[in-house]
């Protein structure tokens, strides 16, 4: 005959119980750190891979040969210029660059800050990879952050979009492009560009708003 189990036994095998129960607490809670942490430090790598340009060389996209060029002069700090960049400038390169009909470039016209001019020269050091485009969305997403262009963020942004790290850094610290934005912006102010975004199509500067209408004029022209 089974014996009853004492009150001092039941309250035993209850702090036993309440004991493992909140050990399994704690585990699940850790796993489910530890899971949000790694989802957080992949997971902009992969949308970013999964993002990439097609045929992207330098800070152009396109056929040099279309019949319309596009220059975009564009700053980080700009809200309008990340609107652009997120909502309009995928629809407009699949519209236009991979249909063939418009050669796009992207120029950077920086505020004359440390900082700024810190991401304008690793915008350079992206672009020498071929992956500038992937790297300048990270590049608007973070500028308004305090650190969002130092130094050790600028080569977490590399990792995350899978360009060669040690190239990039060695790139980023050499100052091979530190005086590159200056050339920009001589050839902003060359045009006559004060605003950003503005746009050059064919060497006619117009706004975000007169883009479409002005690349189908020319196409219908030729």
């Not at 004492?6 to 702090?15: P, V």
């Not at 902009?44 to 040099?64: Q, V």
């Not at 418009?102 to 920086?110: A, D, E, G, L, Q």
């Not at 189908?216 to 030729?222: P, R, T, V």
């Amino acid at each position: 005959m089974t014996r009853p189990f004492s009150k001092r036994e039941l309250l035993r095998q209850k702090a036993k119980e309440l004991k493992r129960k909140r050990w399994l607490t704690f585990v699940l809670i850790a796993f489910g750190i530890l899971l949000v942490f790694g989802i957080a430090i992949s997971l902009p790598r992969l949308i970013m891979r999964a993002n990439g340009y097609k045929g992207s060389t330098g800070f152009t996209l396109g056929n040099p040969d279309a019949p319309v060029t596009v220059e975009l002069f564009s700053s980080y700090f700009c809200s309008h210029c990340k609107d652009f960049s997120d909502q309009a400038e995928k629809s407009f390169i699949e519209k236009y660059v991979d249909t063939g009909k418009v050669f796009y470039r992207y120029i950077n016209i920086p505020p004359q800050t440390e900082q700024a001019i810190l991401g304008s020269i690793a915008s350079y050091c992206a672009a020498d990879q071929n992956r500038f485009f992937d790297y300048k969305e990270l590049l608007y997403t973070y500028a308004a952050a305090s650190d969002g262009f130092s130094l050790t963020n600028l080569e977490k942004y590399a990792n995350f979009v899978g360009l060669d790290t040690n190239e990039f850094s060695q790139c980023l610290n050499a100052g091979t492009y530190s005086t590159a934005y200056i050339n920009d912006l001589s050839y902003a102010s060359s045009l006559g560009i004060n605003f950003t975004p503005a746009f050059s199509v064919n060497g006619q500067v117009i706004t975000a708003a007169e883009l479409d209408d002005t690349i189908d004029l020319l196409l219908s022209q030729e």
